[in-house]
């Protein structure tokens, strides 16, 4: 980790690159496994790295879209759920895409988390419960999802939102 931090700068660039890179590696592939699948790991930072950039362009926390994504699809692109949820976000388009012309899955998924956050005022647990569905599933997926995202903060020393 410390390796990691001294060799990428703290950029907007350096920051997305270790982001998503221990993502990947800590919840997708373990080291050893790495090497066999490394063309599936560097498609899967690809995909995390346009979250973050349409994270941060949407001006939301770039972590939480991160657990997001780590936990929906392994950050996988092209996925669609039984219930019809698209995309490494696993958005629903029915709801959050326009009716008409063309729809970013990412950018449909954060708009939709920047529903919940303003909705739950700003408390990321309650926000994914809401992104999930309420009760008892949306409940546990808040929890695995914000395991990580604790995870992920603490490990790259990245505070927690204080509103949004």
């Known amino acids: 980790m410390l390796v990691l931090r001294a060799i990428i700068s703290h950029t907007h660039t350096g920051v ?6 221990l993502a990947v590696t800590l919840f997708l592939f373990t080291p050893p ?21 349409r994270a941060r362009d949407a ?10 994504g780590s936990v929906e699809t392994g950050f996988r692109r092209d996925l ?43 408390n990321e647990t309650k926000a994914l419960e809401c992104y999930a569905g309420r009760g008892k599933r949306g409940r546990a997926y808040a929890r695995r999802v914000m395991q990580r995202v604790r995870y992920l903060r603490a490990a790259l020393r990245i505070s927690p939102p204080t509103s949004h």
């Open 16 to 21: 997305t690159k270790m982001l998503c890179t």
């Open 33 to 53: 496994s790495l090497p066999r699948y490394e063309k599936r790991a560097q498609a899967a930072i690809h995909v995390c790295s346009d979250i973050v950039d």
């Open 59 to 68: 001006q939301l926390d770039i972590v939480l879209p991160v657990g997001i």
């Open 80 to 122: 669609e759920s039984s219930a019809g949820a698209v995309g490494p976000l696993q958005v629903l388009p029915r709801y959050w895409c326009p009716k008409e012309g063309n729809c970013n899955s990412i950018d449909a998924a954060l708009n939709a988390l920047k529903y919940c956050l303003n909705k739950e005022n700003g």
